[in-house]
């Protein structure tokens, strides 16, 4: 065991990899060439945009995860170090570096491919957490058999968890029980029930504190005592790309600051909506300054 492990507010525990953003008049159709007003590169992913959004927002971050030795692997590496990324538990190797290519449309609605390539997930002791003291850990379920073995660990010191659960796969369903915290996406909810109400219920059964994100229509959440909803911010949305991961990031940087549940929404939600403003999920992650200056002049 580590004997000076390095402080950190939150671990972000996951998937990272290069976005190659286009933003377009309409998705293309069949056998249809179509040209691009703007094109935007950066490093993608949900763990790794959650620690961006982390650091921006004034707290210590870092990544665990994988990237190739690739160009774009390198070019995500320089991004997470001008971004002050701690990058001790990075992994990095000849497969490559996972890629993104997102086309965004003018309300901001995207479409998104993603390669792989013959990548795959971390084996489960590949990497030593006790090189970090961390407050929080935030969970993307990309790399399922490190985190599995991580939240052992989490439930052992008491450290709280959050499982960004943006989709149904083999890492959020191992991990949807073992969190604290249970932020999951109106299309993640789905996958349980009908609606968003009743899948809150049963997702209420999994883990302490359930909160479903509906974009525009704001969130819904429940604890074992209590529940309730909170509207979203108004806003003109530019790019949802990476809305949620700074909504994640936001809300776990929050856990580890010890607001409350309450605060904690408020916050996160207010980040979400300033990422939507603008184009891409890195350039869209707010600074502590701006999300400072959003809050006194919005008020749910």
């Known amino acids: 065991m580590n004997t000076n492990p390095i402080d950190i507010d939150v671990l972000c525990v996951g998937h990272a990899c290069y976005d190659l953003i286009f933003q377009v008049d309409h998705h293309p159709a069949a056998d ?7 094109h935007h590169a950066c490093g993608g992913g949900p763990a790794a945009n959650g620690a961006v959004a982390v650091s921006r927002l004034g707290f210590n971050a870092a990544f665990a995860g994988f990237l190739g030795t690739d160009l774009y692997g390198d070019r995500h590496l320089s991004e997470f170090q001008q ?6 538990l990075l992994i990095r190797g000849h497969q490559p570096t996972p890629v993104s290519v997102i086309l965004v449309k003018p309300d901001g609605t995207r479409a998104l491919v993603n390669y792989k390539g013959k990548t795959r997930s971390l084996p489960q002791h590949s990497l030593d957490f006790t090189a970090l003291n961390f ?22 010191q008491q450290i709280p968890m959050v499982l ?28 349980f029930a009908d609606t968003p109400e009743t899948a809150l219920s049963l997702l209420a059964e999994k883990a302490p504190v ?39 990031g936001a809300f776990s940087a929050a856990i580890a600051e010890s607001m409350s549940l309450d605060d904690a929404l408020h916050y996160a939600s207010a980040t979400g909506a300033l990422c939507c403003t603008k184009i891409g999920a890195r350039t869209g992650l707010p600074d502590h300054n701006e999300l400072t200056q959003f809050l006194n002049k919005h008020r749910l």
């Open 210 to 248: 359930v909160v479903i994100t509906l974009g525009e229509k704001g969130l819904i959440w429940k604890t074992a005592t209590q529940q309730g909803q909170l509207r979203a911010f108004n806003i003109t949305a530019i790019d949802t790309t990476g809305a949620g991961d700074a909504f994640h």
């Open 83 to 88: 971004e002050n990324i701690n990058t001790t």
């Open 164 to 191: 960004d659960a943006g989709s149904v796969h083999k890492g959020t369903l191992a991990l949807m029980d073992k969190v604290d915290y249970l932020v999951c996406s109106e299309k993640f909810a789905r996958q």
């Open 135 to 156: 407050k929080t850990v935030l969970f993307d379920g990309h790399e399922p058999d490190i985190s599995v073995e991580l939240a052992k660990y989490c439930t052992l």
């Open 32 to 38: 249809e060439k179509i040209f691009a007003k703007q």
